[in-house]
Nanobody, 125 residues
């Protein structure tokens, strides 16, 4: 069993920055593909960013390219999502997800085995 825990969500003004963190324990972290998704009430969960266990393969949703950066620190069993130039459309619950030993679908919900509880990000205009 892998436990995934996100942190860092809060209220921020439009144009501001925020860094989310996510830890995953219970499986060698350097064998986990990690992803970030987000969800607003009444809508499905959308892909945001993903990073392979080595950090060599990174994917972003078009809506966040150039503004968000995903990174990982395997020694700390932590993945980060640096979010810059935030706008109200980025308001959502952000979920971290882990895929055991790689993922064939890193941009899809089905590509992940374990999920965190989510952290709320609210961007005020």
């Amino acid at each position: 069993q892998v436990q995934v825990v996100e942190s860092g969500g809060r209220l921020v003004q439009a144009g501001g920055s925020l860094r989310l963190s996510c830890t995953a324990v219970g499986h060698p972290f350097n064998r986990l593909t990690m992803g970030w998704f987000r969800q607003v009430p009444g809508k499905g969960r959308d892909f945001v960013a993903a990073i392979s266990w080595s950090g060599d393969n990174i994917h972003y949703a078009d809506s966040v390219k150039g503004r968000f950066t995903i990174s990982r620190a395997n020694a700390k069993s932590t993945v980060y999502l640096q979010m810059n130039s935030l706008n109200p459309e980025d308001t959502a619950v952000y979920y971290c997800a882990a895929a055991l030993d790689g993922s064939n679908w890193p941009t899809e919900i089905i590509g992940y085995n374990y999920w965190g509880q989510g952290t709320q990000v609210t961007v005020s205009s």
